[in-house]
């Protein structure tokens, strides 16, 4: 993108996705985003339907993992099993891994499945392998109520292996209205290896995996990105970020998505035509539109000073096609020295929040210990 003539704040575009999108969805949208005040569609189609088949062979047990590790029902005349669908474990189907469940310690009165649950969406898909950073997030077409969400959340069953604590958090998202999001994280990244099992209520199923652990560190100061790889620094790019007044979002993102060639239009964010063109290798981090991605002007002023529009531009001698080939949804991007944190439902801005900020927006945690739930 060319530099901005004028300082308009604006880190979103309109985007027409070409080529083979690669998200952790089940399918992507290609609908652009609507301009300035209006409500942006979810370009990213992050949020697929979650399936609704029953697992063959195997009972579901709705319920809470409680602090202790033992499995709370949420309904009476249900016994737990050793299977891992039962037991919350994290194997994916025909994995052959199980985890035992301990004993349930007290039984929840019974209490009706919320109708809402039927039409949950889940952002990770079936098998997926996703980085480090991934937050389980689940979206609802319709608010939940309030008197509903701790009754919602402890339908919503996390099992991992390796065993490793997290909560749910009620998340504003920026294309939502409150009360439509609810997201799980553990309280530091996810371990490389885990499995993670999801349960939707009594129906729906998801199982991914943590894969390696990759983070992208952006210093505005210093127009520099710095990657690292299961604890190793392995790489040091020179980049050009938000010119002051369209500065990038600083704090930490997740990948959401990325596309070998987005069409972006400048003219969607009151910034007339300043660009209208195709960019490559553009890998997103949030769902108001920022990108690092290819950027000629990169070729000029990287590792020099910024002059973007609020994404991150990479040069045209193949660093941003390299970035852009290792990276995979869930990958940790993070920017230093610039001014504004990004908003925690603008994404998968999560972790930007204090283990304490996240469960005060837990229906079932809020006021509790700080403790994690562990998960089986």
């Known amino acids: 993108m060319q530099p901005a003539s004028r300082a308009v704040r604006t880190d979103h575009v309109r985007t027409h996705l070409r080529g083979n999108s690669v998200s952790t969805h089940d399918s992507t949208s290609r609908r652009p985003y609507d301009g300035p005040g209006h409500r942006p569609y979810d370009s990213t189609g992050r949020h ?180 690292t790889e299961d604890g190793k620094p392995t790489t040091r790019i020179p980049v050009t970020a938000g010119r002051p007044g369209l500065d990038t979002w600083n704090g930490t993102m997740v990948v959401l998505d990325k596309q070998p060639k987005v069409f972006m239009d400048s003219r969607t964010v009151n910034l007339g035509d300043a660009y209208h063109d195709y960019y490559f290798w553009a890998v997103h981090v949030t769902t108001s539109g920022t990108y690092l991605h290819q950027n000629p002007n990169a070729d000029t002023y990287a590792g020099r000073s910024n002059v973007t529009h609020g ?23 993070r920017v230093t020295g610039s001014k504004e944190t990004v908003a925690t439902g603008n994404g998968y801005g999560d972790w930007n929040l204090s283990w304490s900020e996240w469960l005060a927006n837990s229906a079932v945690r809020h006021g509790k210990s700080g403790s994690p739930e562990r998960s089986q």
């Open 48 to 227: 697929p339907y979650v399936s609704t088949g029953r697992a063959r062979g195997r009972r579901r047990v709705a319920g809470v993992l409680a602090a202790a590790g033992a499995l709370v029902l949420a309904a009476t005349g249900c016994a737990a099993t050793t299977s891992s669908a039962a037991a919350g474990s994290s194997a994916p189907a025909g994995a052959g891994t199980r985890t035992p469940a301990h004993a349930p310690t007290r039984t929840a009165p019974a209490v009706p499945e919320p109708a809402v649950l039927a039409e949950a969406k889940v952002n990770v898909g079936e098998g997926a392998t996703v980085g480090v950073g991934m937050p389980i997030s689940v979206t609802f077409p319709r608010p939940v109520p309030r008197a509903q969400r701790a009754e919602v959340e402890r339908r919503l069953t996390v099992g991992t292996d390796p065993a490793v604590g997290g909560a749910w958090s009620w998340v504003k998202d920026r294309n939502l209205l409150d009360g439509q999001r609810v997201d799980y994280r553990p309280p530091a990244y996810w371990k490389p290896g885990t499995r993670v099992t999801l349960h939707v209520g009594t129906k729906a199923v998801r199982h991914f995996t943590i894969g390696r652990a990759l983070t992208a560190t952006v210093d505005v100061r210093s127009h520099t990105m710095t990657v």
């Open 311 to 333: 994404c991150v531009g990479l040069s045209t001698d193949g660093t941003a096609e390299r970035f852009y080939r290792r990276v995979i949804p869930g990958d940790v991007i």
